[in-house]
């Protein structure tokens, strides 16, 4: 089942993201079986007052759920600038859109108080259903709209309800250096897949036209 990533939810003082392609394609995950989002467990650092996303773990299922639940490695830092907030992915038909809010702060200063913050403080997590189910937020929404790069499918009903992919996992884009001065990048990289791939995977045999590697059980299968 193919994933798709939004852009990383980042941006410079401009409105412009500078991330380099090789450090984007080291935040994408290698070729893996489908497994099913069940939640994010988000940490929060604060740097000279400003709190920030600085690292998550993921919790998942297998397809079908036919298995035990499985934790991913941290992505970013353990930040305890505030109590960690889990968000739980595996409401209505899972999250099918994120209102991010970004925050950059330029340097300011000559030496170690050169600092300068790229980082996102504060995600909304909207539910699809065919009802109003409130969104999950972390700190706070933002206006960087996921809808804006993964479209509904349909528009003549509500997004909710439209939507044409569900969040299945975040990854994370980050960065930072010391010397005579600091920078810190935290980016959460979102994926996706499309509505159409069900919890456990089934292809209707009305619609086969080939078995791919990535269907069988597991990676090694031939």
Do not use: C
Request: glycine content about 10%.
């Amino acid at each position: 089942t193919r994933e798709i990533y939004t852009n990383p939810v980042l941006e410079n003082f401009d409105g412009s993201f500078r991330g380099s392609a090789q450090g984007i394609e080291g935040s994408i995950r290698s070729p893996h079986l489908m497994d099913i989002l069940n939640s994010i467990t988000i940490y929060t650092d604060a740097h000279r007052g400003e709190y920030y996303w600085s690292g998550h773990q993921i919790m998942a299922s297998p397809v079908g759920f036919s298995g035990p639940e499985f934790t991913f490695p941290l992505y970013g830092t353990m930040g305890n600038a505030a109590p960690q907030q889990r968000i739980v992915a595996q409401l209505g038909q899972g999250v099918y859109r994120t209102l991010s809010s970004t925050f950059y702060r330029r340097p300011f200063n000559i030496g170690i108080n050169n600092q300068q913050l790229s980082v996102l403080d504060g995600t909304e997590f909207a539910y699809g259903t065919s009802s109003n189910l409130p969104s999950a937020v972390y700190r706070k929404s933002g206006t960087v709209d996921s809808l804006d790069e993964i479209p509904p499918q349909n528009n003549n009903v509500p997004p909710r309800q439209g939507f044409s992919h569900r969040l299945s996992h975040v990854s994370m884009f980050r960065s930072g250096f010391s010397n005579s001065s600091v920078s810190i990048i935290r980016a959460p990289m979102f994926s996706w897949i499309h509505r159409s791939a069900e919890f456990n995977n089934i292809i209707p045999s009305s619609q086969i036209t080939q078995i791919p590697l990535t269907k069988s059980t597991n990676l090694g299968s031939g």
